[in-house]
């Protein structure tokens, strides 16, 4: 059986498990703890969670990334890192500076928590330890508070599976130069080299086996930050992640693991710890035991709330076994996606918003999705569809609230959709009461292939489903007073480097008027076509080929 949380925390089980995984202390080593060898910037530089008086810088230092204790080659001692702030990308003009520790047991990773700096201004910043210099970053702050009008660029990604292609949607969003880019989850993956590949083989192989410990999801994590692609999507502008599943392990439901799995809550605390060490978070969210506090808001004046959710760590266990179902569970009023806590924060949230868009950055699909043309109706039992109470409480929450423009952002699916929210997704006519953007993965499911007529068969029987696309991209957005601009950007080809960017479609949401209109449809020039898969969505692949 599953150790509870409260035996877990009593024991202190996950405390002493992680750090007999972090020291695995041999006896014949004396381990080296001289000055740096190379340059410990390896993993490029990141800043993140802007708001209007700072942001959070972060760097780990690594001299060889890969090294298998997870511990990158660094020194078993503390580094001083020193950091500048500058307004001009030459550091003329430095604004602030500082050191800070970098310690063995986080990893050597450093977070600089800064504030009191002036709203609505892009800085440069970079990091000094012994005498090397790490790459130069460009981040901001948010706009004043209460500032009214402007404008944001913006764009969300999700689902980077490294060995599944090269990273060039990465580059490609760098080269539009966002002010914010929100990760909505599958940053990583935790599979073992070999065991979730595409058609054709994988391009890239992960280094090591299935992350489990804590040294697994560091090496892992420093896998990925080696890319150069993703350095320079992190070094353009602040991001603000949150995780679905695969940080940890594929369709985790809070204390519950895909297959059974007796040390579960051990693998979670180190995957968080994990996660935290190497993203720019925020102190508050440093774990806690085997909790971490990963849902926040961000403000971008009265322009945009960002409403980051975290629909993996309070959420029931999927019902009737997962996979698409028709499952009476997912009616069940008692059943939470989001736990009882994160909902009224949510809602609470919607009530006090003075914001123009009030956007929900999260994970899973959220409209209704039914795979099955008949009455029957069949339906994810990972995403919202499986948790319809849940679903109905948030979506009548905003109206009630009278939240104005109300956008939800989603990854997970592997494939770009856009879908107009309603009420009742039985009723025809139900109104829409919201908009849904979903972005396609950076690599996972490889190459992928546009589609005839630029939608999903599903949308046959559901209507509220207005657009699909299977290859790889991001989706960017420019939002302002009067709208909020999409541009769903395709890339032909991620299992050799090098691919363009393609703006396949543009949606328009008005101010004022929930749902899409489309004012753009360019089919991907020379991309093969193939139908979508007829019965199930992109992201059961993954299903399908879940550990072994
Ligand atoms: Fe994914």
Known sequence: M????????????????????IWPL???????????????????????????????LWTRLATSPLAEDGLGGMPDRSVRVTWELAADERFRRVVRRGAVTARPERGHSVHVELNGLSAGREFFYRFHAERYT???GRTRTSPPRWERGGTLSMAFVSCSQFEHGYFTAYRRLAE??????????????????????????????HQGPET?????YRQRHAQYKSDPDLQAAHAVAPWAVVWDDHEIENNWADETPEQPDPDFLVRRAAAFQAYYENMPLRRTSIPRGIDMQLYRRLHWGRLATFHLLDTRQFRDDQGCGDGY????????????????EQEAWLLDGFHRSTARWDILGQQVFFGQRDNNSGPQK????????????????????????????????????????????????DDPASRTVGTELVCSSITSGGDGA??????HPWAAWNPHLRFYNNQRGYVRTRIAGDSLTADFVVLPYVTTPGAAAHTRASFVIEDRVPGLQQVADNPTPGAALRSAPADLGAETVQQETSRP
């Not at 489990?212 to 697994?216: C, I, K, P, R, W």
């Not at 179902?325 to 009882?340: K, Q």
């Not at 989603?410 to 856009?418: K, L």
């Not at 546009?450 to 939608?455: E, L, S």
Request: hydrophobic content about 35%; aromatic content about 8%; charged content about 20%.
């Open 378 to 425: 069949v339906l994810s039992m990972d995403s919202w569809d499986g948790y319809q109470a849940s679903r109905d409480r948030i979506t009548r929450g905003w109206v009630d609230a009278g939240v104005r423009n109300p956008v939800v952002l989603t990854g997970d699916v592997h494939a770009h959709w856009a879908d107009d929210l309603k009420l009742d997704y």
């Open 2 to 21: 599953p150790i509870s949380r409260r035996t877990l925390l009593l024991s202190s089980a996950a405390g002493a498990a992680a750090s007999t995984t």
């Open 134 to 136: 790490s790459p130069v």
């Open 450 to 455: 546009d589609v005839p007529g630029g939608n």
């Open 176 to 205: 539009d130069e966002p002010e914010l880019i929100l990760h909505l989850g599958d940053y990583q993956y935790e599979y073992a080299p070999d065991t979730y590949n595409i058609p054709g083989g994988n391009p890239r192989d």
């Open 26 to 56: 041999s006896a014949a080593a004396t381990p080296y703890r001289g000055p740096l060898k190379s340059s410990p910037f390896t993993l490029g530089v990141a800043s993140g969670d802007p708001d209007p008086d700072g942001f959070v």
């Open 212 to 216: 489990v410990t804590l040294a697994n």
């Open 325 to 340: 179902r028709d499952c009476p569970a997912a009616y069940d009023p008692a059943r939470s996606i989001t736990g009882s």
